[in-house]
């Protein structure tokens, strides 16, 4: 959707998903940094990281936003997610395909399933970003109860960045990413808390 300049606009929801999916790359770059790296490749990449989160918030000021999209409209992608990460982690632990197997096996049913029904044509990717979920360890999510709520976290954060890092590899894994991060998280509460 664009505006009688050309601009294209943009919802709060794009905005919110973008500086979040931002936050959760660079929470993940600072991980592996930290693992892998020495020092000066930690300063540099959290300067280039600055600089590109930076692009957005120069750039803010020329959104024009509209009205929130309505939140049961998309609800089949948020289910397709979950059900992408239960499928997926199924077949790797439950079944010892490994987890590679079971997200091809469950990509590839997601989209044929869907090829024949034409309204479905979004549903193939949510599933395949529930595959991503699907695709951690059971050291990490240790049975079907956390990976659906991994998966319906996804499924949340893929519906709100449906518009942001089109065209830009790695959101699937990053949403999937920042849905296990997040899970993880209730899961050290839940074990405080009982």
């Given at each position: 959707?664009?505006?009688?300049k050309?601009?294209?606009?943009?919802?709060p929801?794009?905005?919110?998903s973008?500086y979040?999916l931002s936050?959760?790359?660079?929470?993940?770059?600072?991980?592996?940094?930290?693992?892998k790296?020495?020092?000066?490749?930690?300063?540099?990449?959290a300067?280039?990281?600055g600089?590109?989160i930076?692009?957005?918030?120069?750039?803010i000021h020329?959104?024009k936003v509209?009205?929130?999209?309505?939140?049961?409209?998309h609800?089949?992608?948020?289910?397709?997610?979950a059900l992408?990460?239960?499928?997926t982690?199924?077949?790797?632990v439950?079944?010892?395909?490994g987890?590679?197997?079971?997200?091809g096996?469950?990509?590839?049913?997601?989209?044929?399933?869907?090829?024949?029904?034409?309204t479905?044509?979004?549903?193939?990717?949510?599933?395949?970003?529930?595959?991503?979920v699907g695709?951690?360890?059971?050291?990490?999510?240790?049975?079907?109860i956390f990976?659906?709520v991994s998966?319906?976290?996804?499924?949340v954060?893929y519906?709100?960045?449906?518009?942001?890092?089109?065209?830009?590899?790695?959101?699937?894994?990053?949403?999937?990413?920042?849905?296990?991060?997040?899970?993880?998280?209730?899961?050290i509460?839940?074990?405080m808390?009982?």
């Amino acid at each position: 959707m664009s505006n009688e300049k050309g601009r294209k606009i943009i919802s709060p929801n794009d905005v919110l998903s973008y500086y979040v999916l931002s936050a959760f790359a660079v929470i993940y770059a600072g991980m592996i940094f930290y693992e892998k790296a020495h020092l000066a490749i930690m300063i540099v990449a959290a300067v280039l990281t600055g600089i590109v989160i930076s692009i957005g918030f120069v750039n803010i000021h020329k959104i024009k936003v509209h009205r929130l999209y309505g939140f049961l409209e998309h609800y089949t992608a948020i289910i397709a997610c979950a059900l992408g990460a239960v499928a997926t982690y199924f077949i790797s632990v439950n079944l010892e395909f490994g987890p590679v197997i079971g997200a091809g096996l469950t990509g590839m049913a997601a989209y044929y399933l869907c090829h024949f029904h034409k309204t479905a044509l979004d549903l193939p990717p949510a599933a395949y970003c529930g595959a991503f979920v699907g695709m951690a360890s059971p050291f990490v999510l240790p049975n079907l109860i956390f990976v659906s709520v991994s998966g319906l976290i996804a499924g949340v954060l893929y519906y709100l960045s449906h518009d942001a890092y089109s065209g830009v590899g790695g959101k699937l894994g990053t949403i999937a990413f920042s849905s296990v991060v997040v899970t993880v998280l209730i899961k050290i509460g839940l074990g405080m808390i009982l």
